[in-house]
T-cell receptor, first 114, second 114 residues
């Protein structure tokens, strides 16, 4: 069964700290790995990673995929209170029918205190 | 362009009842996916509809069903509600032709089963 595991499940830091969120996966027919930020209700897309070793960066956020280790990390530097959210990792896999499906991890709840 | 809308936003039901949730995708999008999010299980895929046909299905019991109309709006129905069905139900829309990174989530419907 396809599985995505995120760690830690929750994290509390102070503003200015750097955090690293982890995601590991076991899926058949891997296509890509995605990171989302969920603040209140709707998750919003952050990154999509398909190639191993290539870092995607957006401001203070960056992410990298390691296909050999079946894992990815999401780094946030100089954290701000606005970074407080649940960060979701999802893996896109091909189904037997040829369509794509997303398998989500349970998320990491990040709290940034002032 | 209007985003994905879901109605109702909040719902309280009792065990044994049934419920219908609605999702209106972004104009022009033909694919609608439904997810259930609970603290214990995280975000889990329910099913995906594309052009009025169910294209993909997750591992949920038959009490969970859905349909899509010719205008791409989708409904999800849960019959014989159980306490464990209390969750945030998210739908996401995409064109159906591009990758999952172009999937946009709605604000969700919070269902509480008493």
């Amino acid at each position: 069964e396809d599985k995505v595991v995120q760690s830690p499940l929750s994290l509390v830091v102070h503003e200015g700290d750097t955090v690293t969120l982890n995601c590991s996966y076991e899926v058949t027919n891997f296509r890509s790995l995605l990171w989302y930020k969920q603040e209140k209700k709707a998750p919003t897309f952050l990154f999509m990673l398909t190639s191993s070793g290539i870092e995607k960066k957006s401001g203070r956020l960056s992410s990298i995929l390691d296909k050999k280790e079946l894992s990815s990390i999401l780094n946030i530097t100089a954290t701000q209170t606005g970074d407080s959210a649940i960060y979701l990792c999802a893996v896109e896999a091909l189904t037997q029918g040829g369509s794509e499906k997303l398998v989500f991890g349970k998320g990491t709840k990040l709290t940034v205190n002032p | 362009k209007a985003g994905v809308t879901q109605t109702p936003r909040y719902l309280i039901k009792t065990r044994g009842q049934q419920v219908t949730l609605s999702c209106s995708p972004i104009s022009g999008h033909r694919s609608v996916s439904w997810y259930q999010q609970t603290p214990g299980q995280g975000l889990q895929f329910l099913f995906e509809y594309f052009s009025e046909t169910q294209r993909n299905k997750g591992n949920f019991p038959g009490r969970f069903s859905g349909r899509q109309f010719s205008n791409s709006r989708s409904e999800m129905n849960v019959s014989t509600l159980e306490l464990g069905d209390s969750a945030l139900y998210l739908c996401a829309s995409s064109s159906g032709f591009t990758g999952v990174e172009t999937q946009y989530f709605g604000p969700g419907t919070r269902l509480l089963v008493l």
